[in-house]
């Protein structure tokens, strides 16, 4: 029987094998030359999808920094060949600048677009301190909480069916001391706990959507984030996965330390989601920062040797998460310097729009090493042939007939029927 395989050895939970057999209005293609084609990863490589919603510009989020026409045709394509799973912005006092009034019209066009391509959306995120709207600042505790859960639940129900995956309560650690701003969130947070917010968060988004998949994600990932996981699971509530920030501003943190990190937070059973990830290709933020939003420069040129670095770190960090099966995720966090947070060199695509070697050295992984190309396989005496591939879609032709199939691991055998 014929066999199809990756061109690089993976770790075997990444794969899956399976016997196909390909049958024709007549029964089995025998001896038959058909075209199998992988069309989709069922790992989830992430990326921001901010510039895909209309008037982000206009929004002021990036307005001194974001060139028009930054999502144009080029930038499009560079994002689909890429990814295929794409982060929207909901920041609450962004999303709602005055009370009652959304961008939500905006976040539609930019989820539909995504999912018309076939990407999976998450937003981010549902709850969060910072961000939060300045006219709620100096209502009082029960409309603060009130107006938070219909703000939780009027986007939940908004997007139920476009966008099911969310960042529940973003950094939830900090919350109740965080003082750069004042902030309701952070006043809610303080009186009635953590626990509570989380709760609240949960119980609405869940309410107007039943399918929602919610995350917790924090950059503190020390115990104190594990003792809120803690926490969070005794109360029962649905945690869909675990969200890990990994900012390397100052450097890549090196494999010995984000395996200790994953194998952490493995051991609560859930799937983790490497959330936010950059890598700088420029000078690299001094160590002695402590809140990378602290750092302000006025020029943060990328360059030929941190470029360099770029590429080599970013293949280093993506082999690793592929290495442990706790890993669901990862999201890189800017895929543009255009629109990088801090205004880093931390894109895999320059200002001019070209991409970087780091770009290029994970598409040769994701889009390689770790991906069936189109190959012609003859298919046996009983119209079948073996494939051993990276999990997820993939189509099967002959004489202009197709038919799509899914690879996973709980499966041996698929017979398919091309149409």
């Not at 999502?71 to 689909?80: G, R, T, V």
């Not at 005055?98 to 539909?112: D, H, K, S």
């Not at 402590?290 to 770190?313: I, K």
Request: charged share 25%.
């Amino acid at each position: 029987m014929i066999n199809v395989k990756c061109s690089e050895t993976l770790w075997p939970h990444r794969l899956g094998r399976v016997v196909v057999q390909v049958r024709g209005a007549d029964g089995p293609l025998r001896d038959t030359p058909v075209t199998l084609v992988q069309t989709a990863h069922a790992f989830r490589f992430g990326a921001t999808g901010f510039d895909a919603v209309p008037g982000y510009q206009s929004n002021d989020w990036t307005a001194e920094r974001r060139p028009e026409g930054a999502w144009d045709s080029a930038a499009q394509e560079l994002w689909l060949d890429l990814f295929n799973y794409a982060t929207l912005p909901f920041y609450w006092g962004r999303y709602e600048p005055a009370p009652g009034r959304t961008i939500e019209a905006q976040v539609r066009q930019a989820a539909e677009w995504f999912k018309a391509r076939g990407v999976a959306l998450k937003g981010h995120p549902l709850t969060w301190h910072t961000l939060a709207p300045a006219w709620l600042a100096e209502r009082p505790l029960d409309q603060v909480e009130e107006t938070l859960r219909g703000r939780v639940r009027r986007e939940a129900r908004a997007f139920a069916g476009l966008v099911d995956w969310w960042d529940s309560v973003n950094e939830s650690v900090i919350a109740p001391v965080f003082v750069k701003e004042p902030n309701a969130v952070t006043r809610l947070t303080r009186a009635k706990g953590r626990l509570h917010v989380l709760k609240l968060t949960f119980e609405e988004a869940l309410a107007a959507n039943p399918d929602a998949q919610l995350l917790l994600n924090d950059f503190d990932l020390s115990t104190a984030y594990e003792c809120l996981i803690e926490a969070v699971l005794e109360a029962g509530l649905p945690v869909s996965g675990i969200g890990l920030q990994t900012h390397m501003h100052q450097g890549f943190r090196g494999e010995e330390e984000l395996n200790q990190v994953i194998d952490r937070f493995a051991r609560y059973g859930l799937p983790l989601h490497f959330t936010e990830t950059t890598l700088v290709s420029g000078d690299l933020m001094p160590e002695e920062i402590v809140d990378l939003n602290d750092y302000q420069v006025a020029d943060w040129p990328t360059t030929t040797a941190g470029e360099e670095r770029q590429a080599e770190e970013a293949v280093r960090h993506y082999r690793l998460l592929m290495a442990h099966p706790a890993v669901q995720a990862a999201t890189y966090w800017d895929v543009f310097d255009s629109n990088a947070w801090l205004d880093a060199p931390s894109g895999l695509v320059r200002r001019d729009g070209t991409p970087k070697p780091a770009y290029h050295a994970l598409r040769d992984l994701v889009k390689g090493a770790w991906w069936i190309r189109p190959t012609e396989v003859i298919t046996d005496h009983e119209g079948r042939f073996n494939l051993e591939g990276f999990l997820g879609s993939y189509e099967v032709a002959a004489a202009g007939k197709t038919a799509a199939f899914d690879l996973d691991r709980g499966t041996s055998a698929i017979p398919l029927e091309l149409k």
